[in-house]
């Protein structure tokens, strides 16, 4: 069975198709567009985890609240906290350990220990006016070393809200399996990850199954058939009504 939910995720892609786009962003509001591979994905991903055990002296099994909007950083952070043996936790919530808040979410930030911010600026500009006793994510992220050696066993029980690795992995699958979805797949999504069945239906049953991820932010309809054209997408899902 599934020890850690980012290996179990990255490492057959990493083997298939480590170059390849594998979350593309875009947000229509300001005209971003950020591609990420797999690769990059992952060392993002090392980096957050080695970020939070170096810095946080985060542990297996801790918990962290996370308030950030589906984003390409908040899929590497995600991924970041599993990697680590961490359980995240969709929403504010007291008892955890480390907060992850994007900057225009500052004020919802739960009572945690350690309150990690993030801009999600393409540039990596950090969040501005942060207040003391808060962290920036950009820019300490960045200094963090790319490879993460998992201690233990990678994993103490629950990986999302309650929910264990191996049931995690199988609301994944089944959700993919229900849309036919395999590696050959481009997602072009608008749908948002606010609750554990959402990044589980817009997120993690995309990587899974080895597929890519188009992620649209503020979508504008009249551009989204040519950019289902311009990026070769086979499969949309957009947020649910």
């Known amino acids: 069975m599934a020890s850690n939910l980012t290996q179990t995720l990255l490492d057959p892609i990493l083997a298939a198709d480590p170059a ?40 297996v099994g801790g918990r962290v609240s996370v308030l950030l909007p589906a984003h390409w950083q908040t899929a590497a952070a995600l991924l970041g906290v599993w990697w680590a043996g961490g359980e ?3 929403g ?3 008892s955890v350990d480390v907060a992850m808040v994007s900057g225009d979410r500052l004020d919802e930030s ?9 801009s999600l600026d393409a540039f990596g500009k950090a ?8 962290t920036d994510y950009a820019t ?24 264990s690795v191996d049931e995690v992995l199988a609301a994944a699958r089944e959700r993919a399996d229900a849309r036919d ?26 990587l899974v199954v080895g597929a890519s991820l188009v992620q649209v932010a503020n979508p ?10 311009t990026e070769k997408v086979t499969a949309t899902v957009a947020q649910p009504g």
């Open 220 to 229: 504008e309809e009249a551009k989204a058939q040519r950019r289902a054209e």
């Open 92 to 94: 504010a919530d007291d």
């Open 127 to 134: 969040v501005p006016d942060l207040p003391i006793g808060m």
């Open 20 to 59: 390849g786009p594998r979350v593309t962003f875009y947000d229509d509001a300001t005209g971003e567009r950020v591609e990420v591979s797999a690769v990059t994905l992952a060392n993002w991903a090392a980096k957050t985890a080695n970020l939070l055990r170096d810095e946080f002296a985060f542990e």
């Open 110 to 118: 739960p009572e945690a220990d350690e309150v990690l911010a993030f």
């Open 88 to 90: 995240v936790v969709i």
């Open 181 to 206: 979805w395999t590696a050959a797949d481009r997602v072009m999504s608008s749908a948002s990850w606010t609750t554990a069945d959402e990044l589980i239906d817009g997120l993690l049953s995309v």
């Open 140 to 163: 300490s992220v960045r200094v963090h070393g790319d490879q993460f050696r998992v201690a233990g066993s990678g994993s103490a029980g629950a990986a999302l809200d309650g929910r």
